[in-house]
């Protein structure tokens, strides 16, 4: 029982059926010198059980998993669209989870390019040791990922595009996988919606569609009338829900 590894395990387990990487458990495996050895560990959890790497374990195991990323550096418009429209994704079936950049730890990528030890079947490990560790076997693990942005300069915000860069250490595995774009400004969005479409085609990715809308203050979005039904039609695209009773 003082085997570490076996007390992440039993931890994560006894915490609530998830089996992932807190900080407080990082921060003990550093201790010990071994955050590689978890690393891999978890990749290969990953790759034999898909299900439950960073999701509430499903019972069937094969719910489509949807992973949101709020690039706003405030609770308002952005945050709102992608918590509505992975709301109708959840009704429709999926497994949802959206990440808040604003509250987590997500330093600059360094540009070392360590991560590409590998090549195109590269582990996830980044030499930074914060937040984005938990975050890899997340987006690896999903069917789909939604970034969500405010139009900053009419692109895409800093934040966001500081997250997307330290996806170097993963990106050649997240080929096949489908993604969306949400963008919301005040006078226009302009190429923030491009900058998306740039970073999926790179990617391999499968663009499903995107919904922009105009907004300035937090949750003016919520009034315009026709943001729910564009939500609602992209979550319908992401997640085809059978309403052939079959
Ligand atoms: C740094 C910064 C740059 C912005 N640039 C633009 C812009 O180029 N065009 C625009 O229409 N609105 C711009 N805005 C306004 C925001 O896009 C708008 O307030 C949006 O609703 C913010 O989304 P949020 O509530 O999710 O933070 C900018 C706001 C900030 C703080």
Redesign the pocket.
């Known amino acids: 029982m003082n085997n570490p590894i076996t007390n992440l395990i039993i931890h994560s387990t006894v915490q609530g059926n998830y089996l992932s990487t807190s900080r407080f458990d990082m921060h003990f495996f550093h201790n010990y010198g071994i955050d590689k050895i978890l690393s891999v560990i978890y990749n290969t959890a990953l790759e034999y059980f898909p299900c439950i790497t960073g999701f509430k374990l499903s019972k069937e195991c094969n719910s489509m998993k949807i992973i949101g990323i709020s690039g ?1 550096p ?1 609770k ?4 709102w669209m992608i918590n509505k429209l992975l709301e109708v994704a959840e009704q429709n079936g999926a497994e949802v989870e959206v990440l808040l950049l604003r509250k987590m730890d997500v330093q600059m990528c360094r540009g070392c390019l360590a991560c590409e030890e590998g090549g195109r079947q590269r582990k996830g490990i980044c030499r930074i040791k914060d937040d984005m560790n938990t975050v890899y076997p997340k987006l690896l693990a999903a069917d789909a990922i939604v970034l969500a942005t ?5 692109m895409l915000s800093g934040l966001l595009k500081n997250f997307l860069d330290r996806t170097v250490a993963i990106w050649p595995r997240l080929e096949g996988k489908k993604i969306a774009g949400l963008a ?5 969005t ?1 190429q923030a919606i491009q900058n998306f479409k740039t970073y999926a085609s790179l990617c391999k990715m499968q663009w499903v569609g995107s919904v922009t809308v105009l ?2 203050t ?1 949750n003016e979005v919520a009034r315009n009338k026709t943001i729910e039904q564009r939500l609602k039609r992209l979550a319908q695209k992401l997640v085809p829900n059978d309403d052939s009773g079959n």
């Open positions: 706003s405030r308002g418009n952005t945050e405010p139009g900053y300069f009419e919301v400004a005040e006078e226009g302009g907004a300035k937090p």
